[in-house]
């Protein structure tokens, strides 16, 4: 339904004060949010305080509450930590030490409070604002605030962010700081597995996660662990031979090495610990392998944060401001939060008392319970991790395609194994190893034959097609780039090739990963179904490509390692400018037309513009941006960043807005010009790319298993319906199957690029935080959500 439009400019932030504070343990991407509050506060012309050491500052008052300005929190967007303190605070757990604090926020008239931390710190806050017309009251009665004071600030609004590395908070799909702590774990699991490998040693790693399985989890997805220990799922009984078992397995098959990761909070099924010391003792004596333990620690606290954690940190701190701003009396506590793609606002004690169920139902020993309380995105990933890390016996398995028949539920029979391609097309995007790994080892699992095509359609039509098995592609999760190959070429020319490919290979169904191309290829087979019978199987495309720009889904594989190799650059390009002074930096993304690259790049690393297709400029806009950064260097600020996409207009050049700049900034600041080019699309892929590549890749496998068994009639598969052509894609909250004909309206094929992108919504929130002035739609913000219970059918169907 189309709704209009509403503004945040009808929100004046006039007259009210809001305070910020960090508190409990740390986690990257807190400055970026405490940036966003600050800057967003200012932009709607409220006074902003910094509250120094948490709760423990809000108690002692003097210096530890200051007010701000907007480059107060200048160049602290890539620090990690946060730069305001924190401080566990026992007097705030007082009344008298609650009563000092609301003392202290009155005398500078705050009653709006920001809060980063983790439950405990927002249970906290949510308490005090319970309190606050009675601490006022008792405040007014001791003679330290008049009858006016206690009117005039009678309450309190609180507004949560959850910054925590462990993403223990139900309610929030991703907290700020767990992507920043997986990317730190999965460069050290990166940098152990060469070491591993070179001795035949078998690591066992302690990561993080006293209550909460989660990191624990993840970067076992993410590089293919053997075996992973967290505390919401315990390994049954006598998993020491299991796991034993599996190891001597593994290294039967020519397996170098073995990763074991033990969270730091794992039980077994009598809630007794299992220590990372008391695995490597099990190795050792039961097996003899060479065994080390790594206790990563507070590493995974530390370092930059990621450009997720940016950009999620950026998004919750302006709605965090917008949910005060609407706040009344009758509002209760909330938490701002992300769901899928979509901000969202909670209430917070719902949440809370969720993220207490779950710690309840693990004391009690209800485990399955406590992971479908985690939410669908941690059944998701643990499911996925069970069904990729162990390899069914041959016994289990579906047995040869000509013998074994099973019964449908409409009487009559289908077959349950057949033969599945799998191929890359369009250049390289990291991920798309953890795809194919993800393809191939479901699809063993169902039963199927996997066939590998080298080099895209080129391949296929030259017949360089091979059968894949489980081993194959053991260790592809961390490798970037595409080992099969992969070529932008089209099957247009190459249909007649393709289709004896098939036909010869006994193909019953496709799955291409890719980009655009993927996408163009697969309408391309589509429409030569009327000619080649051989096409009329069913098939998916997974999207796959650092620009970002396939129709049908928000996110693509690749994208997120992109923007993190961008962001990492634009951190150290803003150094060397800050070192020298009055200096802007030109910096030219990758991404064809799509300016998805260049704007949440230019959100992540904090630019001042970013030029992009999608929003048509002229000559009058780079007058102005020369100007605003003109004035900027007038500032305590002086350093220019500018992104721009490669293909943003085609006048309008990296050299021409070089030579631009530099005329007209000259006397006041000098110009550097940097092209990114093809470093955007190596190194290793993000955790974020190997685990969407992996679930999605996963599910793909499962739909086209589902497809087969639907459409194979007498003997053979036929499926000819637009809906056996799907592409998979993440929409706002949900991955979706959506027919590949169907989402022809949706594209731009000139340009190739989709009509609606979601992350031009985000593009003010940019400008604003660069101190522009522009119009913000907060249509989305505003409706308060309750936390939805879901039932374990969801986890199947819903979001990643």
């Known amino acids: 339904m189309d709704h209009q439009p509403k503004f945040f400019e009808n929100l004046s932030g006039t007259g009210k004060a809001i305070g910020v504070l960090t508190s409990g343990g740390d986690a990257q991407g807190m400055n970026a949010a405490v940036r966003a509050v600050v800057r967003m506060g200012i932009y709607v012309k409220a006074k902003v305080y910094f509250v120094y050491e948490g709760y423990q500052g809000m108690v002692d008052g003097g210096d530890n509450i200051v007010e701000v300005s907007w480059e107060s929190v200048s160049s602290i967007l890539q620090v990690g930590g946060t730069v305001i303190g924190s401080a566990r605070c026992k007097s705030f757990r007082t009344r008298e030490g609650r009563l000092q604090a609301a003392y202290n926020l009155v005398q500078r008239g705050i009653t709006n409070l920001c809060v980063i931390g983790g439950d405990g710190s927002l249970t906290g806050a949510n308490l005090f604002r319970e309190e606050w017309s009675g601490l006022l009251e008792e405040l007014a009665q001791k003679g330290k605030i008049d009858e006016e004071a206690v009117k005039k600030y009678a309450y309190l609004n609180i507004v949560g962010m959850v910054g925590s590395i462990d993403n223990d908070f139900c309610g929030t799909d991703m907290t700020i700081g767990t992507d920043s ?27 993080m996660g006293r209550h909460c399985g989660y990191l624990a989890l993840v970067s076992a997805l993410a590089c293919g662990a053997d075996w992973v220990f967290i505390p919401e799922y315990p390994p049954e009984e006598g998993w020491e031979d299991s796991m034993c078992v599996k190891l001597s397995e593994n290294r039967a098959r020519k397996k170098r090495l073995n990763i074991i990761i033990v969270a730091e909070g794992a039980i077994d099924c009598h809630n007794k610990p299992i220590t990372s010391e008391k695995v490597k003792d099990l190795v050792v004596q039961r097996l003899g392998f060479d065994t080390r333990v790594t206790i990563l620690g507070h590493v995974q606290r530390g370092g930059t944060p990621s450009a997720f954690d940016r950009i999620l940190a950026s998004r919750m701190g302006v709605e965090a401001v917008l949910a005060l701003l609407e706040a009344t009396p009758a509002t209760p506590a909330c938490v701002v939060s992300l769901s899928g793609n979509q901000a969202v606002r909670l209430p917070l004690m719902e949440c809370v008392q969720m993220t207490q169920e779950v710690q309840k139902a693990m004391d009690e020993g209800r485990f399955v319970e ?51 391609a799998v191929l890359n097309v369009g250049a390289p995007a990291a991920g798309m190893n953890a795809a194919v790994r993800a393809a191939v080892r479901v699809g063993i699992t169902e039963g199927h034959k996997m066939f590998a095509v080298i080099d895209g359609f080129e391949g296929f039509a030259r017949g360089k097609i091979k059968e894949i098995s489980w081993g194959d592609v053991g260790g592809w999760t961390g490798q970037g780039g595409s080992i099969l190959g992969t070529k932008r070429t089209l099957p247009a020319k190459y249909l007649e090739k393709i289709a004896d490919q098939m036909r010869t290979n006994n193909i019953n169904a496709l799955m291409v990963i890719g980009g655009f191309e993927a996408y163009e290829s697969c309408l391309q087979l589509q429409e030569a179904r009327s000619r080649f019978e051989e096409f009329c199987v069913p098939i998916c495309v997974l999207p796959a490509t650092i620009s970002n720009n396939v129709p049908g889904t928000d996110f693509s594989i690749g994208a997120d390692t992109a923007l993190n190799a961008i962001v990492e650059t634009c951190d150290r390009i803003k150094q060397s400018a800050s070192g020298t002074k009055r200096r802007v930096f030109i910096i030219e993304t990758m991404g064809g037309y799509c300016g998805y690259l260049a704007n949440m790049g230019a959100l992540a690393a904090g630019a001042d513009a970013a030029y992009i297709f999608e929003e048509q400029f002229d000559i009058r806009e780079l007058q102005a941006n020369v100007e605003h950064l003109t004035e900027k260097m007038k500032t305590s600020i002086q350093r220019g960043l500018v992104l721009r996409n490669e293909n943003c207009n085609e006048n309008y050049t990296t050299d021409f807005i070089y030579q631009l700049y530099s005329e007209e900034g000259k006397g006041v600041f000098d110009c550097r010009k940097n092209v990114l080019g093809h470093m955007q699309q190596g190194g290793a892929p993000s955790p974020f790319d190997r685990n969407f590549g992996t679930k999605i890749s996963a599910k793909a496998m499962q739909w086209i298993s589902k497809k087969l068994k639907e459409t194979y009639r007498k003997g053979k598969v036929f499926a000819n319906t637009d809906d056996s052509v799907c592409l998979l894609g993440m929409r706002r909250r949900n991955l979706v199957f959506q027919p590949v004909a169907e989402l022809k309206t949706e594209t731009d094929f000139v340009h190739r690029i989709p009509k609606e992108q979601w992350w031009l919504k985000l593009r003010p929130l940019m400008k604003i935080l660069a101190k522009y002035k522009t119009s913000y739609d907060v249509s989305d913000s505003g409706q308060l959500e309750h936390v939805a219970m879901h ?7 819903g979001a990643i």
């Open 791 to 797: 039932s374990p059918k969801e986890a199947e169907t």
């Open 181 to 207: 702590a997986l990317h730190r774990i999965i460069e050290v699991v990166d940098a152990i597995m060469t070491t591993a490998q070179s001795h035949q040693r078998t690591f066992v790693l302690e990561v």
């Open 370 to 420: 406590a992971v479908r309380l985690r939410g669908r995105s941690f059944e998701n990933n643990l499911n996925t991790y069970k069904l990729l890390s162990h390899k069914k016996p041959d016994a289990e398995l579906p047995k040869d395609l000509s013998l074994t028949f099973q019964r449908s539920k409409n009487s009559g029979f289908f077959l349950t194994n057949f033969n599945v």
